[in-house]
């Protein structure tokens, strides 16, 4: 299970031999579509709207904002067919007029294949102007505007070799994955500071407002029309404020996508409510776009620190070093992005036309400098490597053997969860693994597919590490469950230390922590506080990580602390006992503000004497 589908590289745009025809014939159905559907909407309407448009999305549009649009401009072309009441509209469509509705709608269809992400965007373009058609008695157009996408998703699934059986298991675990995400993989503020941060945000939905009130007041729409645009912007708007306010670094995206949005709307009717949240909406979009400079971010990480960004901390130090490269970091995510994207796309179309294999070429020394970097042995049977670094061994010759969430960060449900700890304990399980315990966000390491932990320990036993790797090789026998013996259980205080009984060997918890009713609905529409847990040792030393709810609701390794691959090599090695000072001597978790507001203020806590070991 993962975000992306199995047309990812239309988005991503990375290069594979297998799937390398795929992505040329998918983005050039996308692109052809996306013109014809903008031709069509500017007709009759200013060339200046289609030209700022096409502008903006060149310097500002990321992929995932390119397809976003393109399903809400699809949509609104239907507005823009079923209209004015003259014959033009009112009249059949011509075979060539069906054949190029065909293939925008089958372009419509990709969209869910392409990420996780666009599945309610594309469930909303084809639901929404579907019941529209059939209200305004279009009813062969909704036909085909429902059935065509439909359709398209089913052959393109084919076409790209997948079991139609596993269609609706691809949906489930994008829904699996999306029920998550937000608690899971939302990031603080801590560079902007929160009350500038909350405040733009705010800018955002009162931008949102004057849309909507427009779309109520214009004199230029019917009734039905507004009916259909109003909750079509609403699902639209949600998928762009969920990803722009989940991780705040992509707070820009809101803005871009809020332009984009308002853009497409004025080839139907343009006021000044429109023009006025334009201009807001442009201006913060180029003031918020250097947040997303990965040099910016780099050079970030290198003056204060790898976990700055995720600490949650603001930090006012961190802004002023921000601003004074901010015309720097400007002009590379402006016109030098839109300048690299255009030079890609020429350098791939010559390595294509020119050298034939050039691409491929390529590809396969990349791969090789990947052995090269890190060789790997021939492994006699399949592989998996965990928490997230596939590489390594993809570039090799053994088998990968992935479980069903293959990056462990992303295991962030329960569900999720027990799926790959049933993986190990199965007869399909990988006959080795390789470890390297990273995380993401300053993340308690041995929460990221923690709930798999027993079943290593129990069906794996350890070969070698080497300084990067742990090497792990599965026994002749599988354990179906592990054996524990529970210790203690008690209802404890968010934000408050508790003191761990004494307890040899290993010692997993399990921690029940429930957000209140308006946590609920922060983690439904917005940024919810991030959970904090601070570890006190008994080597006196204090650490401080990030957790989330649902992953600490199925266990994780509380004591010894393991914070890296080396801790967690002494561990499974078993001819060396981690360090006295390791042991985990107290906790204490609360959000990082809010108090019992979103969060409950008390959490069930039990602890489990790992009996395998």
């Known amino acids: 299970l993962f975000t992306y589908g199995p047309y990812a590289f239309i988005c991503t745009r990375h290069y594979h031999p297998a799937t390398d025809q795929r992505m040329m014939w998918g983005s050039l159905l996308v692109g052809v579509s996306y013109m014809a559907a903008l031709l069509f909407l500017a007709r009759g309407r200013s060339r200046s709207i289609m030209l700022m448009l096409l502008l903006f999305l060149a310097t500002f549009g990321s992929p995932e904002l390119l397809l976003l649009s393109y399903a809400f401009l699809l949509a609104v072309c239907v507005l823009k067919r079923t209209g004015p009441e003259d014959p033009a509209n009112a009249s059949a469509l011509r075979w060539w007029q069906v054949v190029a509705v065909t293939l925008m709608l089958s372009a419509l269809g990709c969209l869910p294949l392409v990420k996780g992400s666009l599945l309610l965007p594309y469930a909303g373009a084809v639901a929404i102007p579907s019941a529209f058609l059939f209200y305004r008695s279009r009813v ?86 507004k009916w259909m645009l109003v909750p079509l912007f609403a699902v639209f708007l949600l998928v762009a404020f969920k990803h722009g306010i989940v991780k705040v670094e992509c707070l820009s995206d809101i803005f871009s996508s809020l332009t984009v949005f308002i853009l497409i709307i004025a080839f139907l009717y343009l006021d000044r409510y429109l023009i006025w949240s334009l201009s807001v909406v442009m201006l913060l979009t180029a003031a918020t776009a250097v947040r997303r400079d990965r040099e910016l971010n780099n050079e970030v990480h290198e003056r204060f620190g790898a976990g700055v960004t995720w600490s949650g901390e603001s930090r006012a130090d961190i802004l002023k070093f921000c601003m004074e490269r901010a015309v720097g970091a400007y002009s590379r995510t402006t016109y030098k992005s839109t300048w690299n994207t255009y030079r890609g796309a020429w350098e791939g179309l010559r390595l294509r036309l020119a050298k034939g294999n050039g691409l491929e070429d390529r590809f396969r020394r990349g791969m090789e400098e990947i052995r090269i ?25 053994n088998e990968w053997n992935p479980r069903p969430v293959f990056q462990s960060y992303t295991a962030y449900t329960p569900v999720l969860a027990r799926l790959n700890e049933q993986h190990l304990r199965g007869p399909d399980a990988p006959d080795w693994v390789l470890i390297d315990l990273q995380t993401i966000e300053g993340r308690l390491p041995s ?52 003191s761990l009984p004494q307890a040899d060997g290993l010692l997993f918890a399990e921690v029940d922590l429930k957000p209140t009713l308006l946590g609920r609905l922060l983690l439904a529409f917005f940024n919810p506080p991030q959970l904090h847990i601070v570890i006190g040792l008994a080597s006196g030393k204090t650490e401080h990580y990030r957790v989330t709810s649902n992953m600490m609701e199925t ?49 069930a806590l039990t602890l489990k004497r790992y009996a395998g070991r």
């Not at 970097?373 to 010759?397: C, K, M, R």
Request: aromatic share 12%; net charge negative; glycine share 8%.
């Open 140 to 225: 062969r157009l909704g036909l085909l505007f429902l059935g065509i996408p439909i359709a398209a998703t089913a052959a393109l699934w084919g076409i790209a070799g997948q079991s139609y059986a596993n269609l609706p298991a691809f949906l489930r675990g994008t829904t699996l994955l999306a029920s998550g995400y937000t608690e899971a993989m939302s990031t603080p503020w801590t560079i902007l500071p929160r009350l500038m941060g909350e405040g733009l945000v705010i800018v955002s939905l009162s931008v949102s407002a004057m849309i909507v009130l427009s779309i109520i007041r214009s004199t230029e729409l019917k009734v039905a029309s």
């Open 373 to 397: 970097a890190y060789p790997l042995p021939d492994f006699q049977g399949s592989g998996d490597v965990y928490t997230y670094e596939t590489s390594v061994l993809l570039a090799s010759n």
């Open 447 to 498: 929460l990221d597919d923690g709930a798999s932990w027993p079943a290593l320990f129990d069906n794996y036993s350890f070969v070698s590490y080497d300084g990067h790797y742990v090497l792990m090789r599965r026994g002749p026998v599988i354990q179906a469950q592990s054996n524990y013996s529970q210790i203690h259980t008690e209802a404890c205080r968010t934000g408050q230390t508790f």
């Open 555 to 603: 266990g994780f390794l509380l004591s010894p602390f393991i914070s890296n691959t080396k801790d967690f090599a002494v561990l499974v090695d078993g001819r060396k006992n981690p360090e006295e000072e390791e042991k985990v001597k107290t906790i204490s978790i609360a959000p990082a503000y809010g108090g019992s507001l979103f969060w409950s203020g008390t959490y």
